[in-house]
């Protein structure tokens, strides 16, 4: 076979991700010649500030004139992040003809749409493999493996640290506060913790995942988000003993049109609990995975490392070996198309089945009176169970109702806090995974 001509290959960044990225082509770039049909040649690096660029990355590579560097390339890699300079880089590439590798999930959930549209008109291809769960091979399976089937539900944990953070509270008994100190240790919370506890990351992952499940543009506003700051020790300790686990999930649902209003889906991000026996219960530490049910393939489940710099590198050149076949066998790449566009549903369209649990004055009638307000806002309990005080006229109550929507299950709460005989509501929160 002929070989290819040489293809130019630009890297914008150089952190965690962007010094792997450069590194493993250099160091492989004899067996990625043989299996792409061309050698690919990294012929710049751009990075913000070459004073700060680490010491493995070649020197000689690096410039801070991204967009020289852009005109010059066939394949451009993005890995520095941020909304800017990214969007325009990627744009100027995609305008030169280039195709684009990205991670950027943030870029990619606020402005998807604007680049999607741009590399459709000029015929570049945008490949964003390592943008969402790292290593873990989801995007593709979703794009292409399940081309051909209906996906009706993505259930995933796509957030590594929280994933710790729950996971240390789960198994070594820790507070939140406790476990959120040693993930910040080990160097996985975001600059910004807020992006990762209070759910943003996972928000905008599930973002994506929506868009290419459904088919449907999924604005980053319509994600509803709750994130893991109010989960406390005893909330994960009584899960423990129900045989179940709490996980910070970012869930994408179709929806069927009800007498609510017509078929949409929900994207959604919260803590909730799950059974211990779910295959997303034994995601533990800092890992992902992605629970698909899809209408002919049935369950699947994706795990993996979901961030690192060489996992997430991993990622990244897959995603650039694609680019670099197509380019020597020439042709469209994939579209993707968003036809479907579904509307996104508002939580309130969401039924889940919640548990409560209450302290109440143990004396009679306290039961039936908790009832009646549940049966009041058309919220049917699926079980009950009471817990020994001890030694206080109190007991606890840990309520678990059948599907409700959050609007009725509010009013529940609200009403229950009002109640004489409630000395307290000591948790709600969602259950998932049955
Ligand atoms: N902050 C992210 C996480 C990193 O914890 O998973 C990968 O996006």
Not at 175 to 182: F, I
Not at 305 to 310: L, T, Y
Not at 345 to 351: A, M
Not at 407 to 420: F, I, M, N, Q, Y
């Given at each position: 076979?002929?070989e290819?001509?040489?293809?130019?290959?630009?890297?914008?960044?150089a952190?965690s991700v962007?010094?792997q990225?450069?590194?493993?082509?250099?160091?492989?770039?004899?067996?990625?010649?043989?299996r792409?049909?061309?050698?690919?040649?990294?012929i710049?690096?751009a990075?913000r500030?070459?004073k700060?660029v680490?010491e493995?990355v070649p020197?000689?590579l690096?410039?801070?004139?991204?967009?020289?560097?852009?005109?010059a390339?066939d394949?451009?890699v993005?890995?520095m992040g941020g909304?800017?300079?990214?969007?325009?880089?990627?744009?100027?590439a995609?305008?030169?003809g280039?195709?684009?590798?990205?991670?950027?999930?943030?870029l990619l959930?606020?402005?998807g749409?604007e680049l999607f549209?741009?590399a459709?008109?000029?015929?570049?291809?945008?490949?964003f493999?390592?943008?969402?769960?790292?290593?873990?091979?989801?995007i593709?399976?979703?794009r292409e493996?399940?081309?051909?089937?209906t996906?009706?539900?993505?259930?995933?944990?796509?957030n590594?640290?929280t994933?710790?953070?729950?996971d240390?509270?789960?198994t070594?008994?820790?507070?939140?506060?406790?476990?959120?100190?040693?993930?910040?240790?080990?160097g996985y919370?975001e600059a910004d913790p807020?992006l990762?506890v209070?759910?943003?990351?996972?928000?905008?992952k599930?973002?994506?995942?929506?868009?290419?499940a459904?088919?449907t543009?999924?604005p980053?506003e319509s994600?509803?988000r709750?994130?893991?700051?109010?989960i406390?020790a005893?909330?994960m300790?009584?899960?423990?003993?129900?045989?179940t686990?709490i996980?910070?999930?970012a869930i994408?649902?179709?929806?069927?049109a009800?007498?609510?209003g017509?078929?949409g889906?929900?994207?959604?991000?919260y803590p909730a609990?799950?059974?211990a026996?779910?295959p997303?219960?034994?995601?533990?530490?800092?890992?992902?995975?992605?629970?698909?049910?899809?209408?002919?393939a049935?369950q699947?489940m994706?795990?993996g490392?979901?961030?690192?710099?060489?996992q997430?590198?991993?990622?990244v050149?897959?995603?650039l070996?694609?680019?670099?076949k197509?380019?020597?066998?020439?042709?469209p790449?994939l579209?993707?198309?968003?036809?479907?566009n579904?509307?996104v549903?508002?939580?309130?369209?969401?039924?889940t089945?919640?548990?409560?649990?209450?302290?109440?004055?143990?004396?009679p009638g306290v039961?039936?009176?908790?009832?009646?307000?549940?049966s009041?806002?058309?919220?049917?309990i699926?079980?009950?169970?009471?817990?020994?005080?001890?030694?206080?006229?109190t007991t606890?109550l840990e309520?678990?109702?059948h599907?409700?929507?959050d609007?009725?299950?509010?009013?529940?709460?609200?009403?229950?806090?009002?109640?004489?005989s409630?000395?307290?509501?000591?948790?709600?929160?969602?259950?998932?995974?049955?």
């Open positions: 076979m002929n290819y001509r040489p293809l130019k290959v630009a890297l914008l960044g952190g962007g010094s990225v450069a590194r493993l082509l250099i160091e492989n770039q004899a067996e990625l010649a043989a792409v049909g061309a050698r690919l040649d990294l710049g690096i990075v500030d070459t700060r680490r493995s020197q000689e690096i410039t801070e004139d991204a967009e020289s560097l852009i005109l390339a394949i451009v993005e890995v909304i800017e300079p990214a969007r325009s880089y990627i744009l100027q995609l305008n030169s280039s195709d684009v590798v990205t991670a950027n999930k943030a959930a606020t402005h749409t549209d741009t459709e008109q000029v015929g570049a291809q945008l490949y493999e390592a943008a969402v769960a790292g290593a873990i091979p989801i593709r399976p979703l493996s399940l081309a051909g089937d996906v009706n539900r993505v259930m995933g944990i796509v590594g640290s994933n710790y953070i729950l240390r509270m789960d070594a008994g820790l507070t939140l506060e406790q476990a959120m100190d040693e993930a910040t240790k080990l919370l807020s990762d209070e759910g943003f990351d996972a928000a905008q599930a973002a994506i995942l929506a868009y290419l459904f088919h543009e999924v980053l994600v509803y709750e994130g893991i700051t109010k406390t005893e909330q300790k009584n899960a423990k003993r129900d045989g686990v996980k910070l999930l994408c649902e179709r929806i069927a009800d007498e609510a017509p078929e889906v929900s994207v959604r991000v609990q799950i059974p026996t779910h997303l219960a034994s995601v533990r530490g800092a890992f992902n995975a992605v629970y698909v049910e899809a209408e002919s049935g699947l994706f795990y490392a979901g961030a690192g710099g060489v997430t590198a991993s990622a050149l897959g995603d070996v694609s680019a670099a197509r380019h020597v066998a020439g042709g790449g579209a993707d198309s968003v036809h479907a579904l509307p549903l508002s939580i309130d369209r969401v039924t089945s919640y548990q409560i649990t209450l302290e109440v004055k143990d004396q039961l039936a009176q908790i009832a009646n307000v549940f009041q806002h058309q919220v049917s699926e079980t009950v169970e009471q817990f020994a005080a001890e030694g206080r006229n606890t309520i678990e109702t599907d409700a929507t609007a009725s299950l509010s009013s529940v709460v609200k009403e229950l806090a009002a109640t004489d409630v000395a307290r509501v000591t948790s709600v929160i969602r259950v998932e995974g049955y």
